[in-house]
């Protein structure tokens, strides 16, 4: 059988690829790849999260029976006769974002079907544990602030 030259002007016929002498740059390459995907994908490709810390108004925006949602914090500020809280909207199995629910009186989780109490108790599985609570505190000026990077536990309540 001749031998063909490539264009780069290497002798390499099938025979001489199939029993390895080809393989091995093919090999090689391949590994280079590879490495240099996992390089490439070791950069985040998600925004970055809003800052922990947001004012959420005065306390006189929130007066006793206040249930308001912050969409882009991903907060749920509610204002009972015991004090006002904070609770995540974030589902504890997957990181879903739950949703109110007015007409039960509830947070669902559109993802895996997790229920929740207004107070962030586990209704329904297959989220793990219940909602976490964050700090609420005054600031100086009168606001108030949330601070996502601080969880406080379940019934830790401020009074305005």
Not at 20 to 31: M, N, Q, Y
Request: aromatic fraction near 8%; proline fraction near 8%; glycine fraction near 10%.
């Amino acid at each position: 059988m001749a031998k063909k030259k490539t264009d780069k002007g290497v002798d390499c016929d099938r025979r001489a690829f199939i029993t390895g002498k080809g393989w091995l740059p093919a090999f090689v390459g391949a590994i280079g790849l590879a490495g240099l995907g996992s390089i490439v994908g070791l950069k985040p490709r998600v925004l970055p999260d809003p800052s922990a810390q947001f004012k959420i108004g005065p306390p006189q925006d929130f007066p006793v029976g206040t249930v308001k949602v912050f969409d882009e914090e991903k907060v749920t500020i509610f204002h009972d006769h015991d004090g006002m809280y904070a609770i995540s909207l974030v589902c504890t199995h997957l990181g879903c974002i739950v949703s109110y629910n007015d007409a039960d009186a509830r947070f669902d989780c559109p993802c895996h079907g997790s229920k929740f109490t207004l107070q962030g108790k586990v209704l329904k599985a297959p989220a793990p544990r219940a909602l976490d609570w964050f700090e609420i505190s005054a600031l100086p000026s009168g606001q108030l602030m949330v601070d996502r990077g601080v969880t406080v536990p379940m019934g830790t309540k401020v009074v305005v």
